[in-house]
């Protein structure tokens, strides 16, 4: 976990506002503008840097004003937390991949009783999978290990786990370990919703008010929108902190992950978190949530 501060020049303003996300090329493509106060009228950040497993727990603990989770935490969290109508990351054809270092069948049988590895329980990727898994794999899957995302290919590359839950970058790299693609976490879930995938929420603190969340959801949606009309200024924020990823890689994952429901969730957006969440908790994944709580 790695912090940075907002520009100096607009520290004096007002206090800066505590913000967590992640590392990653489409968090840093959204909040550069932000984040180097670039965005009229918005506070100042104070950013922290950190994988979506520990942002999640922050969020459990309130331990920061902003933060980018895992929708799958949401039931835990929005009681202390709103969910922002922007700044997250939905989407099609960018869902979790199961990866498996053999080509077996290619179904999901291959996972009957096999040791899994995942980056967190409470991630959307999971949830995703545990649904996929009630439809696909017979008798289920085994043991469930959690992993740092970054280590899961290699653990599965080298016969440490069967199988392996990946996200982010790793739907373009896994070729690079020798690894065979299961199944698309994502596929399922269009497939049998018709909904974009719900991976990333940008949630902020009720406690700030309710015109300042407005603001606070206006403030990314115009970051957003500044990187769309002129991505080079983010260029260099995003590479620094993209773990020596290919400029090339980083450009795919912000494509990917960067799109319409970035700049608002709308009907469909709102439509894929709920059919997530209230199905989760008919698998006993996740408590059920309110019928206000994704309320903005």
């Not at 994988?51 to 603990?61: C, F, G, K």
């Not at 769309?228 to 992950?257: F, K």
């Not at 700049?263 to 309110?290: C, F, S, W």
Request: hydrophobic residues 45%.
């Amino acid at each position: 976990m790695t912090t940075d501060t907002a520009d100096p020049g607009t520290a004096g303003r007002e206090t800066a506002l505590r913000i967590a996300y992640s590392p990653c090329p489409n968090d840093t493509f959204v909040f550069h503008a932000w984040a180097h106060g670039l965005v009229p009228d918005a506070p100042p950040l104070d950013v922290t840097f950190a994988d979506i497993d520990i942002t999640n727990a922050m969020a459990e603990r309130g331990e920061s004003d902003v933060l980018k989770v895992s929708y799958a935490v949401l039931p835990w969290v929005l009681d202390e937390y709103a969910l922002l109508p922007c700044g997250g990351a939905l989407g099609r054809g960018c869902g979790p991949l199961v990866l498996t270092k053999d080509a077996g069948s290619g179904t999901g049988a291959d996972l009957s009783g096999k040791t899994v590895a995942v980056p967190s329980e409470r991630s959307t990727a999971y949830l995703l999978f545990r649904l996929w898994a009630a439809d696909q794999v017979p008798g289920g899957v085994g043991e469930i290990v959690v992993l740092p995302f970054h280590e899961i290919m290699p653990a599965v590359r080298d016969g440490r786990v069967d199988a392996g839950l990946v996200i982010h970058e790793a739907r373009f790299t896994y070729q690079n370990y020798g690894l065979h693609k299961l199944a698309d976490m994502g596929e399922h879930w269009e497939a049998t919703t018709g909904l974009p995938i719900p991976l990333g929420a940008i949630i902020a603190k009720r406690s700030l008010g309710k015109e300042r969340l407005h603001a606070l959801a206006e403030a990314a949606r115009t970051s957003v929108r500044m990187a769309w009309d002129d991505p080079e200024p983010s260029r260099d924020y995003v590479l620094a902190h993209s773990q020596e990823m290919d400029p090339a890689v980083a450009d795919q994952h912000i494509g990917l992950y960067v799109n319409e429901f970035t700049a608002d969730l709308g009907e469909d957006g709102y439509a894929a978190v709920r059919g997530l969440l209230t199905r989760a908790a008919a698998e006993g994944l996740v408590p059920p949530l309110g019928p206000d709580a994704l309320a903005f």
